[in-house]
């Protein structure tokens, strides 16, 4: 593609290692002014940290990077945003206790005889809302905004700063739907005023909807740049993922009508997040949950091990009733689970491999509650070996490890128990191709075992590459149930949205 | 969702002992120790004899039996501001029971006194959820005011021989203080560092819904945690109480603090889930070198304060240092 306007941003052999490991390595790109130009790629695929490297959150470890055709070097995000470059992380930055206003302005406040000029910054704060057609609340802390809303206000405050490119990073990741839309007809109108805008996001489906250009990252390297017209939804996925859908996926063995069922739940409720739901999870079987941020998915993985109480339900495992009061009544039933978030539920990350991997089965290696070395030692090497843990140090500290092998750590922990049942709530979120791949041979070959499993995932094609089964939740309630044969992305996507009409199979 | 959270996402755990700050957090207090033993050594004749080794283990043992229990509170992710209370209550305790009933029973009730306290900070801390600093500092009000109450605050004395015993007994030329000292500290130290509740008491403190999830009752963990710390305060208070044959309500003022203060020292970390409880034991050790260094080289013992809470500042800064520079690289 030849641009006769200067790029805004361009870098040129740009990379990045994290302790030794490549995030980014021979970047070349160009952002044309006044377009939305998306980063896409799998997890761990680089363009989260691209993104920080352009807002000069993250410093690049080599490669040189231009704005407006002038190197530059950004130490901090304040040098990024004196060159009129702003970030909107992942995680919302806004002093919650404090006005839309003030946060708009924060450490900009203009000035009248040195003190902040309230009258002045509210008509400031007016033009931007009328120019950006935002209908934010300039009165009553942000704290207590929707997540879109706060978008809303940090998109401002890049606005006010001057910002001629603002970054965001997954914006849409923790956003309902319609809140979405919200979104991404705010983003169109910053391009309408002449902001570029870097777009990082894994969902094509809003990609193809605003992006003039996309790039595709994939491990660390630049895979393609392309006119967002010019590439089908297809040839993005193949692109992102390296080859296609299909051929990503082990063989899952089919699972018998007749198998038992293992585990069992009926009418589970939980304030306003669990309205009666009931499944059934046979022995060999995978069963995929889907279904929008905030349905219910992770509500109910964590209902079904106990993590939090229930209002009403039962859950029974091999037929037997499991009273549930807390997490180690699941463990003993034989129910594991993979928690959402490894850093904050599922990992110990300032201990060893060692410590993490035999933290929930201790009585199975103590005498009289005394930890036996020699048992835990050859535990610990069969947890490293057979999930293929790498660096194989059990001394290493878990959080040195890279996503994939922490991921790794947290399935040897709970599958040493050779747990009945299995709950994976997004089991590959945050690590590399690689060790996607690997989890998907873990999962099937657990199934394969006999084991059950429940997939939740916010990646359409990992469900319904996995599943025998698929369960869609929307608003707390199982929505639809579809089988492998009928299950397609359309279909999940109607049922999740709450949008489908009756469909005759086919 | 967390609000003004601002660490790069690609910020990952510290990696411990690598790098050299990790380092010189990991053993710096075992290299200051010996460098100070071997100084002192070097520059006082009286130092290096069996006396003033013996006085200083002496002068140690009701701190260091305290700080051995408190080692497990603050890897637990918690604080116990109320052992300096506790000491008093125990040893008031000790000496009522002892002129009531029976000198002997007289000393398990100091200690049973102090596992009873123990459970009941534990209590308010996991059942009424109140944060552990807020929580002990108060009871460390109550507890005090209970002793003074029930003593009317007067000392109470003990005329049986028997109860002197504990504290004053000496075997193989050691006194018995120093010796459960030393017990304290072997039995926690193996507890945390071989036993599944050890395990349990650094998950708790380094991912308390981690560990939840990994099936660990944080709660009970976390109330056995002050149980024991109450435990050790009650021993030290009955021990005090043995030793000069009186139980006062106004006793261990401030023991807590330097108990704390030994054990940050040493080198455990505030935010829980690291440390061990020789760290303690050799924190507790070097304040006590560095107190016997001034007396003996004759320095103004005024000094004594400002360098302790030097060295304190350090161990923390230290412990911040590692995190952070561990944070950047990895």
């Not at chain 1, 914006?171 to 870097?198: Q, S, Y």
């Not at chain 1, 929008?292 to 029974?316: H, I, K, M, N, Y």
């Not at chain 1, 579809?482 to 359309?490: G, I, K, T």
């Not at chain 2, 051995?68 to 029971?97: E, K, M, P, Q, R």
Request: net charge neutral; with cysteine; aromatic share 6%.
């Amino acid at each position: 593609m030849a641009h006769v306007e200067t790029p805004l941003v361009s870098v040129r052999g740009l990379g990045k290692r994290f302790s030794g490991v490549t995030a980014l390595t021979g970047i070349d790109l160009d952002i044309t002014p006044g377009t939305v130009h998306a980063l896409v790629g799998e997890n761990g695929a680089g363009k989260s940290t691209l993104g920080k490297v352009i807002a000069g959150v993250v410093r690049p470890d080599d490669g040189e990077m231009r704005v407006d055709g002038v190197p530059v070097t950004f130490r901090s995000p304040a040098d990024a945003l004196a060159a009129g470059i702003a970030a909107i992380q992942q995680e919302i930055a806004l002093v919650p206790a404090r006005t839309a206003v003030e946060n708009v302005f924060l450490g900009r406040e203009p000035r009248r005889r040195g003190l902040p000029d309230a009258r002045a910054m509210r008509r400031r704060f007016d033009e931007l809302r009328e120019s950006l057609r935002f209908n934010v609340s300039p009165i009553g802390s942000v704290g207590v905004l929707r997540t879109g809303e706060q978008q809303k206000v940090e998109i401002m405050r890049a606005v006010a700063r001057d910002a001629r490119l603002v970054v965001m990073d997954e914006p849409t990741a923790a956003l309902g739907v319609d809140e979405v839309e919200h979104l991404l007809a705010a983003i169109k109108r910053l391009r309408e005023r002449g902001t570029t805008i870097v777009f990082v996001s894994h969902r094509l489906e809003e990609v193809k909807e605003i992006a003039d250009a996309i790039t595709v990252l994939r491990n660390g390297e630049l895979v393609t740049t392309r006119p967002a017209a010019e590439i089908s939804a297809p040839q993005l996925v193949e692109a992102m993922l390296g080859r296609s859908l299909q051929s990503a996926f082990p063989t899952i063995a089919p699972c018998s009508p007749d198998a038992p069922v293992v585990l069992s739940a009926r009418g589970v409720r939980r304030s306003d997040v669990l309205r009666d739901v009931s499944l059934e999870i046979r022995a060999g079987e995978i069963v995929g949950l889907a279904g929008l941020v905030g349905s219910g998915r992770s509500e109910l993985a964590r209902a079904l091990f106990g993590a939090d109480q229930l209002d009403a339900g039962t859950v029974e495992v091999d037929g037997e009733p499991v009273v549930m009061r807390s997490p180690k009544d699941a463990i003993d039933a034989g129910i594991a689970l993979i928690p959402e978030s490894r850093k904050d539920e599922g990992l110990f990350v300032d201990a060893t491999v060692a410590r993490n991997v035999t933290m929930a089965h201790l009585h199975t290696i103590t005498r009289r509650g005394v930890v036996q070395p020699h048992r835990e030692r050859a535990e610990v090497a069969r947890a490293i070996d057979e999930f293929d843990i790498r660096p194989g140090d059990p001394r290493q500290i878990v959080g040195t490890l890279s996503g994939g092998n922490q991921q790794k750590v947290l399935f040897s922990k709970w599958l040493l128990r050779h747990p009945k049942v299995l709950i994976a709530d997004e089991p590959t979120r945050g690590v590399d191709i690689g060790a996607k791949l690997a989890i998907y041979e873990i999962i099937a070959g657990l199934a394969g075992e006999g084991m059950g499993v429940l997939v939740i995932s916010s990646e359409l094609e990992e469900v319904l590459g996995l599943a025998h089964r698929v369960l869609v939740m929307r608003q707390g309630r199982i929505a639809r149930e579809l089988s492998r044969e009928d299950a397609n992305p359309e279909r999940v996507m109607h049922a999740a949205f709450g949008t489908e009409t009756a469909q005759v199979a086919a | 969702m967390k609000l003004l959270q601002t660490v790069p996402s690609t910020a990952i755990g510290r990696s411990g002992g690598e790098g050299r700050l990790g380092r010189i957090r990991d053993y710096g207090i075992v290299v200051t120790f010996v460098v100070l033993f071997v100084a002192l050594s070097l520059s006082s004749s009286a130092f290096l004899t069996s006396t003033n080794l013996l006085n200083i283990l002496d002068q140690s043992a009701m701190v260091g039996i305290i700080a051995c229990g408190g080692t497990l509170v603050i890897i637990a992710g918690g604080f116990d501001l109320s052992v300096g209370a506790i000491f008093a209550f125990a040893s008031v305790a000790a000496a009522g029971v002892a002129n009531h009933v029976d000198p002997i029973v007289g000393l398990l009730a100091g200690i049973l006194a102090g596992v009873l306290l123990g459970v009941v900070n534990g209590m308010i801390i996991t059942r009424l959820r109140v944060n552990t600093f807020i929580a002990t500092l108060a009871s460390s009000y109550v507890f005090r005011g209970i002793a003074t109450l029930l003593t009317g605050g007067f000392l109470v004395a003990v005329t049986s021989d028997a109860f002197t015993v504990a504290g004053t007994y000496e075997l193989f030329s050691m006194k018995f203080t120093i010796w459960i000292f030393a017990a304290a500290a072997v039995a926690l130290g193996f507890v945390l560092a071989r036993t599944a509740f050890g395990r349990y008491v650094y998950a708790v403190g380094g991912n308390p819904e981690a560990a939840r999830l990994s099936g660990i009752h944080v709660n009970r963990i976390r109330v056995a945690t002050f149980a024991i710390s109450g435990m050790c305060a009650g021993i030290a208070g009955m021990l005090a109480a043995s030793q000069d044959a009186t139980g006062s309500a106004a006793g261990g003022v401030g023991l807590e603090l330097s108990a704390i203060a030994a054990i940050v020292i040493g080198g455990t970390s505030i935010y829980g889930g690291e440390g061990a409880v020789w760290r303690s034991v050799l924190g507790v050790l070097l304040i006590a070198l560095i107190n016997n260094g001034f007396n003996l080289l004759g320095i103004n013992p005024f000094y004594q304060s400002v360098v302790q809470g030097a060295i304190i500042i350090v161990a923390v800064a230290l412990d911040q240092w590692a995190r952070k520079a561990a944070r950047s690289t990895a």
